[in-house]
């Protein structure tokens, strides 16, 4: 993942996407969607080919999401994700005070 703060004039360094999985190191090598919670710059949430990732700084770190497993996989396996869709309020739903 690369961010911009300046609107795209710059770039940071890539921070890639890697994560220990049954005590093995994953790397995504696909990033599908990507959202910023529309409150919370810090909370971004990356889908990728081996799962869903957050980070919660704004970018400068990434953590795989366990996700719940409802097959006899075992506890922690390879969740590759394409779309992610935002359910919760945006600034325009909250209620306002007059």
Known sequence: MVKTTDGGLTWSAPTPLIAMLNGVAVRSVNTRTVKIDPNDHNNILVASDVG???????????????????????????????????????????PRSW
């Open 52 to 94: 869903l990732f957050r980070s919660t700084d704004g970018g400068a770190t990434y953590a795989l999401v366990d996700l719940p497993n409802t097959v006899a996989y075992g506890p922690a396996n390879l969740e590759g994700g394409f779309s992610i869709v935002y359910t919760g309020k945006t600034a325009r739903d909250r």
